[in-house]
């Protein structure tokens, strides 16, 4: 019998996608609100190609953050409900496991949802990059896993509060301004290729080796908190 | 141990020793603290003071070797009652199914059941409950409440699995307000009353 944190890790992920694909909450709430994001503002500014490039970046980053609150609070309602994080926590499996899984299951919720919307984004606001795609690709990356990692280790912070759908806007929101700013800067840098968006990648890259490391020493104890 | 919050004591410096292969029944009246004691001993709220050793080990390094049943449930909706206990057991470091199948028979749940624990009768959530609480054959097993909103029937089945439990050499330590199922099975009663340990004995004097 071994319990390998790697294994059980897979094990929270496999655990969460299932019950997203069967119940489909996080999903369909996550589309529905950066649905209306994208139309709602492409009705009401009707911008041009080059407008566009200038501020999609934030738009775009503004559906994904907050799209993302709404998936970090449904995925673990979910283990409140019938009291199942007991169950995690009477079990030897490390705590470190269960935050990992939830975080990797959220991040790949988030990067399908933004998979999805992306197409979307491109046709209402006929965007086309003028600089490197693939760095693009990186800032998604590095910015979805900002977002989520923070917002996970918030979120299990916040579970047991009366007012948990406020809480974590209100703790997640100013920690993440920094990378929020840093995301949106350089999604703004590659869509126009006025300047160049390395300095904020590395600036991700850090952030997200920072926060991630900080909420892996500090979840037990945010898990067993009373 | 106790367990204050705030300005309450849920429990009150209540000193216990529970010896190996024995039948506990945890009594008081609500409120008393039962639930709150049993959840110190799984580790999941920290006495305010005191400790709690498990077969000499520390509860956070005793978990393999203990069995938890709570008033919910503690299983997912969406999952049906085979995936659950795969995914617990998995825990546990278990991951061949043939004692999850086992626990599930035990119970009187069939495992093939490919209906969502959401769709099950309050009765059976609570016999596949005690089947992940002790699918992995914990040596000391905590349950709160098993009796609670089950039908005759279940509860009967639950009691004689408890007994057989009890035989095996398994320590049990249970809280129930239904004495009267557990007359004959439990060894000693522990009654305790605004989180103090008030009285303990054997069974059959505490129920009379």
Same mark, same amino acid.
């Given at each position: 019998m071994s319990l390998s944190v790697t294994r059980l890790t897979w094990i929270n992920v496999a655990k969460d996608l299932r019950l997203e694909w069967r119940s489909r909450d996080v999903l369909n709430s996550m589309l529905f609100f950066s649905l209306l994001v994208v139309v709602i503002f492409s009705f009401s500014f009707s911008p041009t190609a080059e407008e566009s490039r200038r501020f999609v970046g934030g738009l775009v980053w503004t559906a994904f953050l907050f799209s993302t609150i709404m998936a970090l609070n449904q995925s673990w309602a979910r283990e409140l409900r019938n009291g199942v994080l007991d169950a995690y926590r009477v079990s030897?499996?490390?705590?470190e496991a269960l935050f990992f899984g939830k975080c990797i299951g959220n991040f790949l919720l988030v990067l399908l949802l933004e998979c999805l919307m992306s197409p979307l984004f491109v046709l209402f606001y006929n965007l086309r990059s003028i600089g490197p795609y693939w760095q693009l690709a990186v800032i998604f990356l590095l910015g979805t896993w900002a977002l989520v990692v923070n917002g996970t280790f918030f979120a299990a912070m916040s579970?047991?509060?009366?007012?948990r759908e406020l809480m974590l806007p209100l703790l997640l929101l100013p920690i993440s301004i920094p990378a929020v700013v840093a995301m949106v800067t350089a999604t703004t840098d590659v869509l126009t290729g006025e300047l160049s968006a390395v300095s904020q990648m590395k600036f991700l890259a850090g952030y997200c080796v920072i926060f991630t490391t900080a909420c892996f020493l500090l979840f037990e104890t945010v898990l067993n908190a009373e | 141990m106790s367990k204050i919050y705030g300005r309450t004591?849920?429990?009150?410096?209540v000193s216990l020793a529970l010896q190996p292969g024995r039948f506990y029944v945890l009594r008081g009246e609500n409120g008393a603290g039962k639930s709150t004691l049993l959840r110190m001993i799984a580790g999941l709220n920290e006495p305010t003071e005191g400790n709690i050793l498990i077969y000499g080990l520390k509860t956070r390094d005793a978990r393999q070797q203990m069995g938890y049943m709570a008033?919910?449930?503690?299983?997912? @909706?969406?999952?049906?009652g085979m995936e659950n206990l795969r995914f617990f057991a998995q825990l546990y470091g278990i991951n061949s199914d043939q004692p999850l199948v086992e626990a599930m028979r035990r119970v009187g749940l069939d495992p093939k059941l490919t209906r969502r624990v959401g769709q099950y009768s309050q009765g059976m959530r609570q016999r596949l409950s005690l089947a992940r609480a002790i699918f992995h054959s914990p040596r000391l097993l905590l349950l709160d409440?098993?009796?609670?909103?089950? @039908?005759p029937e279940s509860a009967l089945a639950i009691a004689k699995l408890l007994a057989a439990m009890r035989s095996s050499g398994n320590t049990i330590l249970l809280v129930t307000h239904q004495i009267g199922l557990l007359a004959e099975l439990a060894d000693e009663f522990i009654l305790l009353s605004h989180g103090q340990l008030v009285d303990r004995g054997a069974m059959k004097q505490g129920h009379a």
């Open positions: 030897p499996a490390p705590p579970i047991r509060t009366r007012n | 004591a849920a429990v009150r410096k008033h919910a449930p503690l299983l997912y @909706d969406e999952l049906s409440e098993p009796f609670s909103n089950v @039908d």
